[in-house]
């Protein structure tokens, strides 16, 4: 099983949708995770972490959390072509030491 | 302004010349990491380090070296570079606490080929 699971899309959805991104991962030791924005050829781009159960907002992006779960999730609300790109989830494992990318889902946003 | 710098951006090389690709960060952070990136492989880590002479493998260390003299700069050298090793390379940095390193900034990339 691999550390960190994502489903590589691409997921569509029209302008002005909310777009739902998943994540889920293995180590149950894990305590930080963090959402990584990567436009193609670009380098990968830190847009929200979150380190407690429960959503944490910021902007149009809301992270929930569930560590009983084992589950990580980002919402973009109102989503824009601009949001058209790769997002990352990352989990820390091994008490911190190592930070794990899952494979990233393409998210396509139609105008 | 804040960053990781990285280079060089591109690299074409052949099998077995030995190379080293350059990583800076001016934040002063103790967390250094380089990671590869493959498609539908995603970001796979090489070597990390927590600080100056303290340094770890990740998930893919075969056939890299890193070494951590100085708090900013952590080199990433392929003693004898193989086709296998063609990717995009990336160098990240952190700060670090008990909770482990915080969210990277990233450097730039650098698109290495091997031929």
């Known amino acids: 099983q691999k550390e960190v699971e994502q489903n590589s899309g691409p997921l569509s959805v029209p302008e002005g949708a909310i777009a739902s991104l998943n994540c889920t991962y293995s180590d149950r030791g894990s305590q930080s995770f963090f959402w990584y924005r990567q436009y193609s050829g670009k380098s990968p781009e830190l847009i929200m972490s979150i380190y407690s159960n429960g959503d944490k907002e910021d902007g149009r992006f809301t992270a929930q959390l569930n560590k009983a779960s084992q589950y990580v999730s980002l919402l973009i609300r109102d989503s824009q072509p601009s949001d058209s790109a790769t997002y990352l989830c990352a989990v820390n494992v091994e008490y911190g030491n190592k930070l794990v990318f899952g494979a990233g889902t393409i998210l396509r946003v139609k105008s | 302004e804040a960053q990781v710098t990285q280079n060089p951006r591109y690299l074409i090389t052949v099998t077995g010349k030995k190379l080293t690709v350059t990583c800076s960060q001016n934040m002063n952070h103790e967390y250094m990491s380089w990671y590869r990136q493959d498609p539908g492989l995603g970001l796979r880590q090489i070597y990390y380090s927590m600080n100056v002479e303290v340094t770890d493998k990740g998930d893919v260390p075969e056939g890299y070296k890193v070494s951590r003299k100085e708090k900013r700069n952590f080199p990433l050298i392929l003693e004898s570079p193989s086709p296998n090793q063609t990717s995009l390379y990336f160098c990240?940095?952190?700060?670090?606490?008990?909770?482990?390193?915080?969210?990277?900034?990233f450097g730039s990339g650098t698109r290495l080929t091997v031929v």
């Open positions: 990240a940095s952190s700060t670090y606490s008990g909770q482990g390193a915080y969210g990277y900034t």
